[in-house]
């Protein structure tokens, strides 16, 4: 089964709002990566939290983790027309069991961004 | 230009055939990945590897089988038992030195049963 389960499932803004995404997932983890992808292409990594981060940026990205809820979430400022893509949340499975080095996926939310 | 390169981008297989999709990657990456993608859906992870000739099966193994015999590449065969192939399968690798790292993706190859 998969361990990130992404919310909303679809969101729609106008340009210059901003975008906010969930995930959440059910065991422990090593890190959390949020990726893009646009239509029948491959994914693009954007950003990576380890587990003992609460928050990182990196350009308009804000990402938040909190461990004791498992739960992360994805903040996009200042949308463009061009962030219009699906945003997947993963999650890296930790050392010390079987599925050490295992990277599973969520459902993806996907968002779009209204000139 | 380094990168993980996917081939074919389209491929057609008749029913009870098995078919092999290519994955390489020249990044010098230790671990490697196969998804599935059906559409609207999120990615479901069908076998991974970390080292050479070592394989993990992932949550939807069934009717799929890999190799790892080099560093640089990891093939997958879709065998006649899966019984839905029709998808987009996506490649990923990384590098592995305990984690913490990202994964490249290959640009995917959409299997179409006809």
């Known amino acids: 089964s998969q361990q990130g389960e992404e919310d909303p499932q679809a969101l729609s803004i106008q340009e210059g709002e901003n975008a906010t995404m969930n995930c959440s997932y059910k065991?422990?983890?090593?890190?959390l990566q949020w990726y893009r992808q646009n239509s029948g292409r491959g994914l693009v990594h954007l950003i990576l939290?380890?587990?003992?981060?609460r928050e990182k940026h990196s350009g308009r990205l804000r990402v938040t983790l909190d461990t004791s809820k498992k739960s992360s979430s994805l903040l996009i400022t200042a949308s463009r027309a061009a962030d219009t893509a699906s945003y997947f949340c993963?999650?890296?499975?930790?050392?010390?069991?079987?599925?050490?080095?295992?990277?599973?996926f969520g459902q993806g939310t996907i968002l779009t961004v209204h000139p | 230009d380094g990168g993980i390169t996917q081939s074919p981008k389209y491929l057609f297989r008749k029913e009870g055939q098995n078919v092999t999709l290519s994955c390489e990657q020249n990044?010098?990456?230790?671990?490697m990945y196969w998804y599935r993608q059906d559409p609207g859906q999120g990615l479901r992870l069908i076998y991974y590897?970390?080292?050479?000739?070592?394989?993990q099966k992932g949550d939807i193994a069934e009717g799929y089988s890999v190799s790892r015999e080099k560093k640089e590449s990891f093939p997958l065969t879709v065998t006649s038992a899966q019984k839905n192939p029709t998808a987009f399968y996506l490649c990923?690798?990384?590098?592995?030195?305990?984690?913490?790292?990202?994964?490249?993706f290959g640009q995917g190859t959409r299997l179409t049963v006809v």
């Open positions: 990923a690798s990384r590098y592995y030195g305990g984690g913490n790292t990202e994964a490249f």
């Open positions: 065991t422990s983890i090593n890190n």
């Open positions: 939290i380890r587990s003992n981060e």
């Open positions: 993963a999650t890296d499975w930790p050392a010390g069991g079987t599925s050490y080095g295992k990277l599973t």
């Open positions: 990044l010098n990456h230790d671990a």
């Open positions: 590897s970390q080292i050479v000739n070592d394989f």
